[in-house]
């Protein structure tokens, strides 16, 4: 039986892979400070002999006295409301949780994956984003302690790769949705379903013709785990390309749940991307990954999960 190590494994995407990696006979450890975890989303493994969980803030050195096969770093705040909130400890757990996590990889010989983002890309200059683009970031902008702090692990990620030859995999996950997700997280999934399923106004920045693509969390973590055991090196991104404007779907979103609510437009946020959406050649190339789950079927998933919770 392997062992992993997921930082971050009580969080929305951490603890789907959690039961992944479980129901593969993996034996599991989550380290989680619950800043913006959640115990609920993994009480159901923790009487499970092969699931372990370690209350710890890995931005401080992390101590594990077993031998470990994986560290999968999934640790930091990834809602703009959260990291806007707490931008230092962002910044740290991009950094010294990085180093701290790369540390004990390097020192179990264990091999490391990094849970990057799209937001490396910034507000992109090229649409759909490729892992070859550099991006459009403002460093010094209300989201720069995220996408500076993802950006920095990256280069830490490689340097350790070319100095120490760890076996290093990074993966850029674009927006993503499902069941879990926090009802008070902010972004767009689970505040247009909460305004609908409340039927209060849904609220769209901007004139709504800024673009996101939704991948259901499913298919993500397949992609997570065809990359985590492949031998690619590089970045790359999973997502879905399947491109939407914001108004259509806040209209997708009122549909599913019959909701009376009217869509209202707000001022549009600082920073906030004016196209999202992967190219995910690289992942179909050598992963033989693209999603799979609709975009109305995940949601009507997702909407009965927020009804139900």
């Known amino acids: 039986m392997k062992t992993v190590l997921i930082t971050g494994g009580a969080g ?5 892979l959690c039961e992944f990696l479980l129901d593969r006979k993996y034996k599991v450890i989550v380290v989680d400070n619950l800043v913006t975890g959640d115990l609920k989303n993994i009480s159901h493994l923790r009487d499970r002999k092969e699931f372990q969980f370690i209350h710890h803030d890995v931005s401080k050195h992390l101590v594990i ?23 230092i400890q962002t910044l740290k757990v991009g950094s010294l949780g990085t ?14 994956f990094l849970a990057s983002t799209s937001e490396v890309y910034g507000d992109p200059l090229v649409n759909p984003q490729p892992e070859t683009y550099w991006g459009n970031v403002n460093p010094i902008g209300i989201r720069g302690c995220y996408d500076e702090a993802k950006r920095f692990s990256e280069a830490l990620v490689m340097a350790y790769r070319r100095i120490h030859k760890l076996d290093t995999k990074i993966v850029r996950i674009f927006n993503t949705y499902g069941p879990k997700m926090r ?22 920045y901007g004139k709504g013709k800024q673009t996101r693509s939704f991948c259901y969390v499913s298919d993500l973590v397949d992609g997570i785990y065809r990359l985590m055991i492949s031998d690619l090196n590089e970045p790359v991104n999973l997502g879905n390309p399947e ?45 033989k990954w693209e999603p799979k789950v609709e975009l109305k079927e995940g949601l009507k998933k997702t909407v009965e999960w927020f009804a139900d919770n």
Request: some cysteine; hydrophobic content about 35%.
């Open 183 to 204: 009802k008070e997280d902010g972004r767009v999934v689970p505040n247009f379903i909460n305004q609908a399923l409340k039927n209060r106004p849904i609220t769209v």
């Open 99 to 112: 180093h701290n996590t790369l540390g004990l990889a390097l020192a179990k010989k264990a091999k490391y």
């Open 65 to 87: 006295n077993e031998p470990l096969d994986f560290v999968l770093h999934f640790a930091s705040p990834a809602s703009p409301i959260d990291y806007q909130k707490i931008p």
């Open 12 to 16: 929305f995407i951490g603890s789907h």
């Open 243 to 287: 491109e939407h404007t914001i108004l259509e779907f806040a209209g997708i979103i009122k549909d599913l749940t019959k909701s009376k609510s009217k869509i209202i437009f707000e001022e549009m946020p600082q920073d906030d991307p004016k196209q999202r959406c992967p190219d995910i050649s690289k992942a179909r190339k050598f992963l």
